[in-house]
């Protein structure tokens, strides 16, 4: 990752020097889990002292935070722009799922961090990120609900049916890597069409 790229990830973050430690951090977090990196690898990986960490982050746990917050209010952004770029149920389903999967098919090591370390947060900031987290699956399960309403969608349980359609893309996080043969919007447009499969819609039906 580079000074480019911390500052496409974090263009609000100020100065340089914190979000260089949070691509250290998010680098360290993927590659040996939160409770095995220490301060000193993070501080190390950024090029810094071991000290330097604490002067932009109290701890290694603010740390996780402040990527995993961000992490999860990109997500969130993604998918109410997504959920608002189409009128009918189905387009709106179709462009959340593309843009959801491609998300974490491009940003796979910090979306990796930001998902499957939600765990190691203290228990205030845990419950901040699980609010986003909520915020997300609302907006899915209020247009899964849509689309019973319109006769598109045959899933009998909104809840269920939501999160299963964000698994899918969270999964991606997982195994994805520079090596893998399909492109992140190659992808997001066959789980899109799968995720229609899977809520009982025809995907190759137009709505317009």
Do not use: C
Not at 17 to 34: K, N, T
Not at 167 to 193: F, I, N, Q
């Amino acid at each position: 990752m580079t000074k480019s790229l911390s500052a496409e990830l974090w263009p609000d973050v100020q100065p340089d020097a914190a979000r260089r430690l949070m691509l250290a951090g998010v680098e360290s977090f993927a590659q040996r889990g939160y409770h095995a990196t220490t301060t000193r690898d993070i501080a190390t990986k950024a090029g810094m002292s071991p000290a330097a960490l604490y002067v932009h982050f109290p701890s290694k746990a603010a740390l996780l935070f402040a990527i995993s917050r961000s992490g999860h209010q990109q997500a969130l952004d993604l998918v109410r722009t997504a959920a608002e770029s189409a009128d009918a149920p189905v387009d709106a389903m179709r462009e959340i799922v593309k843009r959801f999967v491609a998300w974490h098919a491009r940003r796979h090591t910090i979306a990796r961090v930001v998902q499957y370390e939600i765990g190691a947060l203290p228990d205030e900031e845990y419950r901040v990120v699980a609010e986003l987290r909520r915020d997300i699956e609302r907006i899915v399960q209020d247009l899964v609900l849509a689309g019973q309403h319109s006769g598109d969608f045959t899933v009998s349980d909104a809840r269920i049916a939501a999160r299963a359609v964000l698994s899918l893309g969270v999964d991606v996080a997982r195994w994805y890597t520079e090596r893998s043969r399909t492109s992140p919007d190659e992808l997001g447009a066959r789980y899109g069409e799968l995720a229609l499969r899977m809520l009982g819609a025809d995907p190759t039906r137009s709505s317009s």
